[in-house]
T-cell receptor, first 115, second 111 residues
């Protein structure tokens, strides 16, 4: 099967600092990766689409300067939350798809707490 | 853009009963409709999916039906068990992997 690994699983950071989350496809090359955010008792909201070697496409209302996405290789995408604030505390999940496939494979998610 | 509505938001059933969750979508170009089960703090787990050229799909106790004309699809779980208790999400896509999720249904199966 297709495995997507996300790290860290939990992170606590101070307000004003930056946090980097990694999303790796372990056994396949991911043509596209997606980043979602999920607040408690809410649905997954798409933040951005990440394609290897090109700029990420952000959904409406998502600040691209605050949520920096880098997709440097076909197996790694990173999300950096810059100048984090308590309202950025959330569950961040990545997903990846293989070329020509529709099914998305999800990482374990990252619980970010900003204090 | 695509809009997905999911109902009900909570559903409580007795063990052994059936559970039905419904979703409607707005974009007629959507062509892939997965259902996910999510336990607290975990990643969504794909439980069944259906493509636009199929009207119904079944996998043991789980089935999904799709009505493309009406733009709605439903998840059916029969003979529910306590371990089916979780939050269920429908999703749609027409762009290979870019999923738009419904609001979620918290299913509680009482022994």
């Amino acid at each position: 099967g297709a495995v997507v690994s996300q790290h860290p699983s939990r992170v606590i950071c101070k307000s004003g600092t930056s946090v980097k989350i990694e999303c790796r496809s372990l056994d396949f090359q991911a043509t596209t990766m997606f980043w979602y955010r999920q607040f408690p008792k809410q649905s997954l909201m798409l933040m951005a689409t990440s394609n290897e070697g090109s700029k990420a496409t952000y959904e409406q209302g998502v600040e691209k300067d605050k949520f920096l996405i880098n997709h440097a290789s076909l197996t790694l995408s990173t999300l950096t939350v810059t100048s984090a604030h308590p309202e950025d505390s959330s569950f961040y999940i990545c997903s990846a798809i293989r070329g020509g496939w529709t099914e998305a494979f999800f990482g374990q998610g990252t619980r970010l707490t900003v204090v | 853009g695509e809009n997905v509505e999911q109902h009900p938001s909570t559903l409580s059933v007795q063990e052994g009963d059936s559970a039905v969750i419904k979703c409607t979508y707005s974009d007629s170009a959507s062509n892939y409709f997965p259902w996910y089960k999510q336990e607290l703090g975990k990643r969504p787990q794909l439980i069944i999916d259906i493509r636009s050229n199929v009207g119904e799909k079944k996998d043991q106790r789980i089935a999904v039906t799709l009505n493309k004309t009406a733009k709605h699809f439903s998840l059916h779980i029969t003979e529910t068990q306590p371990e089916d208790s979780a939050v269920y999400f429908c999703a749609v896509t027409n762009q290979g992997g870019k999923l738009i999720f419904g609001q979620g249904t918290e299913l509680s199966v009482k022994p």
